[in-house]
């Protein structure tokens, strides 16, 4: 408050001076007291304007200020990385020569004074790095004829791009990156015929990429990536020769890569990654010859990577990863001796690896990272270069031994050979690799034992040999690799005793030895005494408290005692070494000794008795990791007392899900059919787990089977995708991906994260729940259960909808059980329901979606209760469209930021999906059609 009053009186003494002070130097009393007022806004922790002075008569010595020599008025004022904190004030337009202004790299707050345009002179802004917020007003670059830079990146700024930004003429770079700017593109951004460099990335802007960019012919570097634009990348591109950086990645680009980009002969770094381009990579594109970086991952590219990959001189990254490549990988590519990353996994690509991978003398010596992983290749891996220090082939199907050259690879930190069919043993050369810190081997046919030699790989931190043949013991030598954190030894054959120096691994955080020979007590250590039960299942012989077994104390062999014996000791009798006097034992002391054995035994035999009881209660659960089964590639275990666990792809692989469905903690949530618990794979994959909670209402297991057996082949990117089931008489289960983000109720209606839904993301996810149900419907599928907790919120703001189909798990589609048991959120019932006479069908999944539809633009319940009163979310918006005020309805924290030719025809399509006679819904595969006229409108979307 103090400062704050300093700085009104400063202002204001500043105005008397400026007026009245005449012939003694105004202009340099300007300055000086423009900069004390805008020092007065400032916190200054570190005391970096402890120079400035209100008594000096020229601010030219401060510190962070230039001055022109003749005039002495500041032309420069530069407190980058200052730690200042505050407000930008007002005192700042006192400096009318001021050139450059930078105050990047602060703790900065607040908005930023439209007046700003009054400093005509200025050329360079930057604002970059602090938390100032709010939107820039549309004339706010009205008066920017001497601009050449501006830099707001990395801050809180909204709203629109003004417009008045194509007034700047003479600006040579923009930099608004890392904010919240939203709608389309200034109309009138490609006429800065001076502009170099535009990096408008990390926003929210949406829309097409205007026309027109051709005209740039000076720009160097554009980067548009992770934001909303649509359509596909302008023709006009190629037509800008002097790009050298173009950045559109993280887009919902669509179509062709324009052949024009083939004249872009100086661009050196291309990134069109996660957009949905279409089509096979052209054999043009190495005709853009000076490329160092092309980066086409994460699109729908198909056909065949060309031979023209080769042709590169000067290309460093290759990644065509997330495609649908097919074909084998090109043997021009030993051609590329400047190649530093080349990434082609998750693709369809098939054949055996060429020779360029094996064989180091072609002069391909500076590639440090290889992925492949997630193909399908096949045959043998002969060698691998020696320059990798990345090198992923997991999850193909290549056989043989180990590379015999792996000990040579001196540089390579993460070797990865899961998922394949290698065979034959570890090699002991893997110790020579001293650099590596993860080494994967998992779920292959190796077999033999454990290297010793490992322990020569000091930085190891994880080390994954689960799910082969290996046997023999654990080596102790693993306990001097004090870098370990992950360790995966489980489903082998391994025996013996776990070595006790493992306790004394100081940064262990999971060790899995489940499902071997091993046997023993584990070693005592605060790591190993707290260890889950289902990292040590599955070892019989194994004691300790983690597996609920006591380890049997270490007794010396029996004595005999022989009361006739002399007093010299002989084999069997007492050594006269432990007492001087000869012990000769009573036959009513035998007895008694007797008596207690009998005792001693009893006690065992009732605790082994009730051991047995609690361990069969709840076998069940704890079947989970110890029955398991591939329904499609795999035949499933079925077993009287441990039930039937069935995986519709890979092999179950669960670490704590029994834990977890015992666990209070990892319950995510209750609804009509059961409890869901959150589980976690031993390879890091989450899953969700409903325990059905209707057992007496299932049907028999095989009806029970089918039916899931028909939900689980249902693959859609918005449905919750179903992994496997669990089933015993008692006990059913399903498994579901784990979803992250947290159900659109919450987002509605508790405000999950903090985070507000904008009107883009609530469309999307409308759009994204219509495509999903269409995707049942057309495969007969009725969902039953629509409603804002059933659709979830993944990471990327996509939405996943669950608990699709459960009621036909039921024996019969009973009414009364369908509206307690499953639609229990009153309101997203059709009204089909109440009437015995009428057929459900899926339009009461239309109904439901038409109230869920409404929920989500008016942020309101579909039932809402007042005081005095009850408001039916349909009636209250069917009331408003009727006396003209539907945007009324729509909800209060998108005014302002919804367009209502888009807000008000979604609304009518709600009324419409809920209308009372099902016959006059439409179906979901038109209400999907109606939703994209209304997203890209055309001569359709006048039937709204």
């Known amino acids: 408050m103090v400062e704050a009053k300093e700085g009104i009186w400063l202002l204001t003494v500043l105005v008397l001076v400026s007026t009245s002070v005449g012939s003694i130097n105004p202009s340099l009393n300007d300055d000086v007291l423009g900069l004390i007022v805008f020092k007065a806004d400032l916190q200054d922790p570190m005391g970096k304007l402890s120079s400035w002075n209100q008594d000096d008569d020229t601010p030219c010595n401060w510190e962070g200020i230039k001055c022109n020599s003749r005039s002495n008025r500041v032309t420069e004022l530069t407190l980058e990385g200052f730690s200042l904190s505050g407000r930008i004030g007002r005192g700042l337009l006192q400096l009318q020569f001021l050139h450059k202004l930078s105050l990047a790299k602060n703790n900065l707050t607040g908005t930023i004074s439209p007046n700003f345009s009054r400093l005509e002179n200025l050329r360079i802004v930057d604002f970059s790095e602090n938390s100032l917020s709010g939107s820039l007003p549309e004339d706010f670059f009205k008066q920017c004829r001497s601009l050449r830079a501006i830099s707001f990146a990395q801050n809180r700024f909204s709203g629109k791009i003004p417009s008045s930004l194509s007034s700047c003429a003479s600006i040579a770079s923009i930099n608004l990156s890392s904010n919240k700017f939203s709608g389309s593109l200034p109309a009138g951004i490609w006429g800065l015929s001076s502009v170099r460099s535009i990096d408008f990335s990390d926003n929210l802007l949406d829309g097409e990429i205007p026309k027109g960019i051709e005209v740039l012919n000076n720009l160097r570097a554009i980067n548009l990536s992770k934001n909303q634009f649509s359509g596909k990348i302008p023709d006009g591109i190629g037509s800008c020769l002097l790009l050298r950086s173009v950045d559109l990645s993280r887009n919902s680009l669509s179509g062709d890569l324009p052949e024009t980009m083939q004249k872009l002969t100086l661009l050196n770094f291309l990134s069109l990654s996660n957009n949905l381009l279409i089509g096979e990579i052209p054999n043009w594109i190495s005709k853009m010859e000076r490329l160092e970086t092309l980066d086409l991952s994460g699109n729908r590219l198909s056909g065949e990577a060309p031979d023209s990959i080769g042709d590169f001189q000067s290309l460093k990254v290759l990644n065509l990863s997330g495609n649908t490549l097919s074909g084998s990988l090109p043997e021009s590519m030993a051609n590329c001796g400047t190649l530093v990353s080349v990434d082609f996994s998750r693709n369809s690509m098939t054949g055996e690896l060429p020779s360029w991978i094996f064989d180091s003398g072609l002069g391909f010596l500076k590639l440090q990272s290889l992925d492949l992983s997630e193909n399908r290749f096949s045959g043998r891996v002969l060698g691998v270069l ?7 082939l997991s999850g193909n199907s290549l056989a043989g031994s180990i590379p015999v050259n792996i000990g040579e690879l001196k540089e390579l930190e993460v070797l990865d050979l899961s998922y394949n069919r290698f065979n034959g043993s570890i090699p ?13 081997l998992e779920k292959n046919f ?11 790989c000091s930085s190891l931190t994880t080390l994954i040999l689960s799910r082969n043949d290996l046997t023999g013991p654990i080596p102790a030598a693993i306990a001097k690799i004090t870098s370990l954190k992950d360790v995966d030894l489980s489903f082998n054959r391994l025996t013996g005793a776990l070595p006790k120096q493992l306790a004394n691994l100081p940064n262990l955080s ?5 499902h071997n020979l091993l046997q023993g007590e584990l070693p005592a250590g605060s790591f190993f005494n707290t260890i889950s039960p289902f990292s040590v299942s599955g070892n019989p012989a194994l004691c300790g408290a983690a597996v609920n077994k006591s380890c049997s104390s270490v007794l010396p062999k029996p004595i005999v005692l022989n009361p006739n014996s002399s007093s010299d000791s ?9 007492g001087h006097k000869r012990i000769i034992l009573s036959i009513s002391a035998l007895i008694a000794i007797g008596a207690a054995a009998v005792i001693v035994v009893g006690v065992i035999a ?3 008795l009730n051991i047995r009881v609690r361990s069969s209660a709840s076998r069940s659960a704890v079947a989970l990791t110890l029955s398991a089964g591939d329904e499609f590639s795999h035949s499933p275990t079925t077993d009287a007392n441990s039930g039937k666990l069935v995986m519709f792809s890979g092999e179950p692989d669960f670490s704590t899900g029994a834990h977890a469905l015992l666990n209070k903690d990892c319950e995510l949530g209750r609804g009509g059919f059961g409890a869901v618990y959150r589980t976690v794979l031993r390879d890091g994959h989450p899953v969700a787990i409903k325990k059905l909670t209707v057992s007496s209402l299932v049907k028999s297991q095989e009806d029970f089977e089918r039916e899931v057996k028909k939900l689980g082949k249902v693959r859609h990117p918005n449905l919750v995708e179903l992994e496997g089931y669990y089933w015993t008489p008692s006990l059913q289960l399903l498994i579901y991906e784990f979803v992250s983000g947290g159900s659109l109720y919450k987002h509605l209606h508790e405000g999950s994260g903090g985070h507000f839904l904008s009107w883009n993301e609530r469309f999307n996810i409308i759009l994204g729940t219509a495509k999903s149900l269409a995707q049942l419907h057309q495969s007969n599928i009725i969902h039953y259960n629509i409603k804002s907790s059933n659709v979830l919120i993944d990471s990327s703001g996509e939405a996943k909808v669950g608990d699709f189909g459960l009621a036909r798990l039921l024996p019969m589609l009973d009414r009364y059980v369908l509206s307690s048991k499953i639609q229990s959120a009153l309101g997203y019932m059709a009204p089909e329901f109440a009437c015995r006479t009428v057929k459900i069908t899926e339009k009461c999944d239309v109904y439901g979606f038409g109230v869920l539809l409404l929920e989500i633009v008016t942020g309101k319940r579909p039932v809402e209760y007042m005081e005095d009163d009850v408001v039916v979310l349909c009636d209250m918006v069917r009331g408003a469209l009727e006396e003209g005020r539907v945007e009324e309805c729509i909800d209060e924290r998108l005014q302002g930021s919804f367009p209502a030719d888009e807000a008000v ?11 009372q006679v099902p016959s006059n819904r439409p179906d979901m595969g038109e209400v999907v059609n109606i939703l994209e006229l209304i997203r890209c409108p055309s001569e359709g979307q006048e039937e709204l």
């Open 606 to 608: 009732v605790t082994v």
């Open 570 to 578: 002989g084999p069997g009798e007492i050594p006269q070494s432990i």
């Open 446 to 456: 190796l077999s033999g034992q454990i290297p010793f030699s490992v322990q020569n």
């Open 386 to 392: 020696r320059s990798l220090k990345f090198l992923n």
């Open 510 to 514: 999971s060790f899995n030895i489940s």
């Open 905 to 915: 025809p979604v609304m009518k399509l709600g009324l419409i999906c809920t209308s």
């Open 428 to 440: 002991p050369a893997i110790g020579r690799a001293f650099s590596l810190t993860e080494l994967r």
